[in-house]
């Protein structure tokens, strides 16, 4: 859903049920998360529960006419428990369902009227944009490293202009006004990028139309890297013994979830997995019994010439 999302040019946040419990509130038809205000909220395919504050902001906001876009079968839970308020949620009108996200619903509840990326020839192209009080900036990247993406843009505002990453200098741009809004290309190229600032009132010149140019590789010559010194060698394979069990032969990553795991973390070391709530996982060292350890041992040789003192 996500990468659907991404490429279709379509601006959104996650929600985080924390978050929203200790920051949310409704108004109106908006659902407001601190300084942020959305309206419209995507209740995924995959998720099956609500935590009972979300439940009740989610509520107030689909009675008051906010609309609720759901993917799948839906929300069969608050707080973990079967719960029948949900039928009556569900079957508001403003409660939208789908099996699943596709571009022509993309392309009817989810485009923004004053903000449109046409992508004309793909790469891997992405952006993010930011609202000013005199205007709108945006960052286009393509992600493609061995294609070109071109892009159609049209944005309500006076006038365009380029913010050059390698200068830092105000480039003009070749846009045309139509009504209210401007319209522009963009052209990065392989791992390319392109920087714009959108005037809400401020008119800035036009550049020329440039002429199409394709951005060819360059023959070099031969890279070579050598070390300039001694230089470290990462060891992946060890030996480790856990407790009282048998010493084992092991890949290091493999070595890090077992020792986690022995220590009751079942999904192995939670700092790959997960993000630490205050200190809940800091504070899981109180439950470590006196004795607890572990031991590795690595086998390496060390040459005649190497200085063994620091």
């Known amino acids: 859903?996500?990468?659907?999302?991404?490429?279709?040019?379509?601006?959104?946040?996650?929600?985080?049920?924390?978050?929203?419990?200790?920051?949310?509130?409704?108004?109106?038809?908006?659902?407001?998360?601190?300084?942020?205000?959305?309206?419209?909220?995507?209740?995924?395919?995959?998720?099956?529960?609500?935590?009972?504050?979300?439940?009740?902001?989610?509520?107030?906001?689909?009675?008051?006419?906010?609309?609720?876009?759901?993917?799948?079968?839906?929300?069969?839970?608050?707080?973990?428990?079967?719960?029948?308020?949900?039928?009556?949620?569900?079957?508001?009108?403003?409660?939208?369902?789908?099996?699943?996200l596709t571009r022509e619903i993309i392309e009817t509840s989810l485009t923004d009227p004053d903000f449109s990326v046409s992508v004309t020839r793909s790469g891997q192209l992405y952006h993010h944009r930011r609202r000013m009080d005199d205007g709108e900036l945006i960052f286009f990247s393509n992600f493609s490293t061995d294609s070109s993406s071109v892009a159609d843009v049209i944005i309500k505002g006076a006038s365009v202009e380029e913010l050059s990453a390698e200068t830092g200098k105000e480039l003009p741009v070749a846009y045309q006004k139509s009504g209210d809004k401007v319209l522009f290309q963009i052209k990065p190229g392989p791992s390319g990028s392109c920087l714009?600032?959108?005037?809400?009132?401020?008119?800035?010149?036009?550049?020329?139309?440039?002429?199409?140019?394709?951005?060819?590789?360059?023959?070099?010559?031969?890279?070579?890297?050598?070390?300039?010194?001694?230089?470290?060698?990462?060891?992946?394979?060890?030996?480790?013994?856990?407790?009282?069990?048998?010493?084992?032969?092991?890949?290091?990553?493999?070595?890090?979830?077992s020792i986690f795991r022995y220590f009751g973390f079942r999904n192995g070391n939670p700092w790959f997995r997960s993000s630490q709530f205050r200190t809940e996982i800091l504070d899981r060292q109180k439950d470590y019994k006196k004795g607890d350890r572990f031991e590795v041992s690595y086998d390496f040789t060390i040459g005649q010439d190497v200085i063994l003192k620091g």
Request: glycine share 6%.
């Open 1 to 100: 859903m996500l990468d659907l999302l991404e490429k279709s040019q379509v601006e959104y946040d996650l929600g985080s049920e924390h978050i929203i419990r200790d920051h949310g509130k409704i108004t109106g038809q908006t659902f407001c998360i601190n300084q942020c205000s959305y309206d419209l909220v995507i209740v995924p395919d995959f998720m099956d529960n609500f935590e009972e504050s979300t439940y009740l902001l989610i509520k107030k906001y689909v009675s008051n006419g906010g609309r609720v876009m759901q993917l799948g079968d839906g929300v069969r839970y608050i707080n973990a428990e079967p719960s029948a308020k949900l039928a009556d949620l569900v079957s508001e009108k403003s409660w939208l369902k789908y099996p699943f």
């Open 196 to 257: 714009v600032y959108v005037f809400n009132d401020k008119v800035v010149n036009q550049a020329p139309a440039a002429k199409e140019e394709e951005a060819k590789p360059v023959s070099g010559s031969l890279t070579v890297i050598s070390p300039s010194g001694p230089n470290i060698l990462n060891l992946d394979y060890l030996r480790m013994k856990i407790g009282t069990g048998q010493e084992t032969e092991m890949y290091f990553k493999h070595a890090c979830d």
